[in-house]
């Protein structure tokens, strides 16, 4: 009562709750949560990979505070990473095993759960064959739960049906690496962007998506940035030149780049004959990428393009850094090849300052990447080398048959097969397709077709709420291993917390459900029953791999705060870049190759029926499909619901101001109330929707085309109609104005490529 009068009267200045005290660690904290104890561990939500404490009160985490000697982020978090404790204890954790009965999902046993999965895993295969189980795994798990969850699927189920959500992210920049360097793994560090003199940011919005790479580059004091995209995103607000490219025109653009180089004779002749393979080939081809013709494609001038080529030979030291824009395309690999041509031609790769660099998404992608299973065996070796498959088959010690000689099918193969009725089994772990995925209307279709439906996530999703069974799984925080972060550096992430209610560790899952399966256990995991006993194998599976953890140690990690792979006795404290004088490229003759690739107009232009460019992306308050940030009020608030980004003049057309709803519809589907934000930052005839909301689901929208290489979704261009309540019949298509000797865009509607219109041309 007296509270109540203190607060009536204003009196009330809440001393208590906003005391602060001293903490020996951190100095100065708040009182109320000030911890018992500080656990070291690494951020679970990005792919930058920043050290943190996770601070515990009375066994709840109650505190994240950014690691001050941590390299990546030296003390700092970005807003997801520091309410990330609040996670933990969101009310959507699935904090027990689920069976579906009659309808509902109703709490079981772990033995309930794995006995019903294993009894139907078993007789669909006896039925239908092995590879009719199939696994779509994610980027979130630690890498010692995707070694173990990859060795159970394809050693102890036999199944090679197994691909994960890091397909819809990282895949491009894999097969771009493997294509063009002979084998995955980013080539640079964050120091480089802190060296460099000219950093190339191309389709990476860092500012919202990886904002702690910010820091990085603004050490740089001499550096130049460059950002090129289609839409003036945050990032293009640090450029000293912004360059707005044409939607999915950025092949041409590199092409075109290194047209101008060679035409210039500005490449490193020198480094060329010495390291690469190609350029007599490439030569030629580039003959069909001349500057008049790439500015018509991209929308970029002849003197823009020019001066582009010349940022890239001026300097000693030029990086690129790409992410989403560049790897979620139909032509995602070879786009990556084009990029990593430029430097090739250069000789910027393999020196401090230099190197084309993918930034991962999600915290684990790279953990999945080398551990493989997914595009390659583990420790980055490929589908069919007899020899490096009896090396795993030996170190691992089980017969060399039972190890998949080739890849099994890519994400959206697994759900095409499942449509064909001839996968019958998915089991999905920690990842939500019922919001990321493209074209959702099919794969709700196509998942019901499913005899079972297997989700093994530490919250209840979209996929979760659909599923046969769901395997309670724990979280960041409550569980222990390692994470590998963009720069190839292996962090430590511990448990500070014990999992929720009834829920289990992912790699206690694995282990424990692999005990279903008459002897697959003792073979695949004997005695095994900590990540560490994981890890230990990892470390002799990826020994004198390009991924070498090797020198690696749990105690290593806690002590250094991350070290960058490989990492052995010849690199006892881990290497900062790859494909240096002492690390060849993973080829045959340890030479990269220049590659000739080849732009491609998008298979769904903008047409009359739909005549917008849907671009999807994400926001610095959210994480992926919002199952862990939707509960933390402080994230939430700030991005409750999706929004539609209109150029002025589209919105004038269509008589909306920001605030007002809309709807937009594509021949797949149609998303209504979204709120519009009118904004110079997207071209007119484009917008621009983040994807995390499955209240505006903008993957109802999005096409099914896919890089043939990679298989990753192009998520990026989709041709849709925009509907306010003032013009529900949406947007005319606008002429496109066309100079030059090319009329890309009639080529565009024409469906004819660049190439055979050149070739007609002449
Ligand atoms: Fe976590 Fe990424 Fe934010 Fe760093 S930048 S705190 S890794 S979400």
Not at 221 to 227: C, D, E
Not at 307 to 330: D, I
Not at 733 to 758: N, R
Request: proline share 5%; hydrophobic share 35%.
């Amino acid at each position: 009562m007296i509270d109540k009068i203190k607060d009536f009267l204003g009196v009330d200045i809440q001393e208590q709750k906003y005391k602060l005290s001293h903490d020996e660690t951190f100095g100065m904290i708040a009182d109320e949560k000030k911890p018992d104890k500080w656990v070291f561990s690494t951020c679970g939500y990005c792919g930058v990979g920043c050290g943190l404490y996770i601070g515990v009160k009375d066994g709840k985490a109650v505190y994240t505070k950014g690691n001050p000697k941590h390299f990546v982020n030296k003390g700092t978090l970005c807003p997801k990473g520091l309410s990330e404790h609040q996670m933990i204890n969101s009310p959507h954790r699935v904090q027990t095993p689920l069976i579906k009965r009659n309808g509902a999902l109703q709490p079981a046993s772990w033995d309930e759960a794995f006995t019903q999965v294993s009894t139907e895993f078993k007789r669909i295969q006896k039925e239908y064959g092995n590879k009719a189980v199939a696994v779509i795994g994610t980027g979130q798990f630690l890498t010692e739960e995707f070694y173990t969850l990859g060795k159970f699927v394809q050693l102890g189920l036999q199944t090679n049906n197994y691909d994960g959500n890091t397909t819809l992210c990282m895949a491009s920049a894999v097969m771009g690496y493997k294509q063009s360097l002979g084998s995955d793994g980013p080539t640079s560090s964050y120091e480089d962007f802190e060296k460099a003199d000219t950093i190339f940011l191309v389709g990476a919005n860092i500012a919202d998506n990886h904002p702690i790479l910010t820091l990085h580059i603004n050490k740089n004091p001499q550096k130049k940035v460059i950002v090129i995209d289609p839409r003036a995103s945050k990032t293009s607000q640090m450029a000293d030149v912004y360059v707005p490219i044409k939607p999915r025109t950025d092949l041409a653009l590199y092409n075109g780049l290194a047209y101008i180089i060679l035409e210039q004779g500005w490449e490193n002749e020198g480094y060329i004959l010495a390291n690469t393979n190609g350029i007599k080939a490439l030569r030629k081809h580039l003959q069909d990428y001349p500057p008049q013709e790439v500015a018509n494609i991209t929308g970029i001038d002849v003197k823009t393009l020019y001066e582009l080529a010349r940022e890239f030979v001026a300097n000693e030291k030029v990086m690129t850094a790409w992410t989403m824009g560049v790897n979620q395309s139909f032509m995602g690999t070879d786009t990556v090849s084009a990029i990593i041509n430029l430097h090739l031609l250069t000789g910027h790769i393999g020196r401090e300052g230099t190197g084309p660099f993918s930034i991962t998404g999600q915290c684990n992608a790279m953990g999945t990447r080398e551990t493989g299973f997914t595009s390659s065996l583990p420790g980055y070796r490929n589908y069919g080398d007899e020899a490096a498959l009896k090396e795993y088959a030996q170190i691992v010690n089980v017969p060399e048959e039972i190890i998949p000689r080739e890849r099994g099918y890519k994400y959206a193969e697994i759900i095409d097969a499942i449509d064909k009725g001839e996968i019958k089994a998915l089991w999905i772990t920690a990842t939500n397709p019922l919001v990321s995925f493209v074209n959702q209307e099919k794969i709700r279709k196509t998942l019901a077709k499913l005899d079972l439906l297997v989700v093994q996530d530490a919250f209840l999703g979209d996929t979760a709420l659909i599923a046969d069974v769901v395997f309670a799984a724990a979280t960041w925080g409550e569980k222990e291993g390692v994470y590998t972060n963009s720069e190839r550096r292996c962090n430590k992430a511990n448990k500070a917390v014990e999992p929720i209610g009834n829920a289990k560790s992912d790699f206690d899952i694995i282990v424990a459900f692999s005990k279903y399966f008459e002897g697959v256990n003792e073979m695949l995991f004997p005695n095994w029953s900590e990540p560490r006993d994981a890890f230990e194998e990892w470390r002799k599976v990826s020994k004198g791999q390009l991924c070498d953890y090797s020198g690696i140690s749990y105690e290593l990690l806690e002590e250094h705060g991350g070290i960058q792979w490989p990492c052995n006795e010849q690199f006892p404290l881990g290497s900062k870049r790859l494909y240096t004088e002492d690390i060849p490229f993973r080829t045959a003759d340890k030479k990269a190759k220049l590659l000739c690739v080849e732009w491609h107009p998008m298979a769904e232009p903008a047409n009359a029926a739909f005549p917008v460019i849907l671009n999807t992306g994400r926001t610095v308050e959210q994480w992926h499909t919002r199952t862990k940030t939707r509960d933390i009020a402080i994230l939430d608030n700030l991005a409750p619901e999706a929004w539609v980004d209109v150029n002025p003049n589209d919105a004038k057309k269509l008589k909306v101001k920001s605030g007002d709803r809309m709807s937009l519809s594509s021949p797949r589907g149609r998303v209504d109330d979204v709120v519009v934000r009118v904004t110079g930052s997207v071209r007119e005839g484009t917008v621009f929707v983040p994807f995390h909301f499955n209240t505006q689901l903008v993957n109802r929208l999005t096409q099914e085309s896919f890089c043939p290489k990679s298989g990753e979704p192009n998520f990026k261009q989709t041709a849709i109609q925009l509907h306010s309540q003032e013009v529900p019949q949406g947007l005319e298509l606008k002429e496109q104005e066309v100079s030059g000797a090319i009329a890309h865009h009639k080529v565009v509607f024409e469906g004819v490529t660049f190439k055979e219109k050149v070739s007609s041309a002449q």
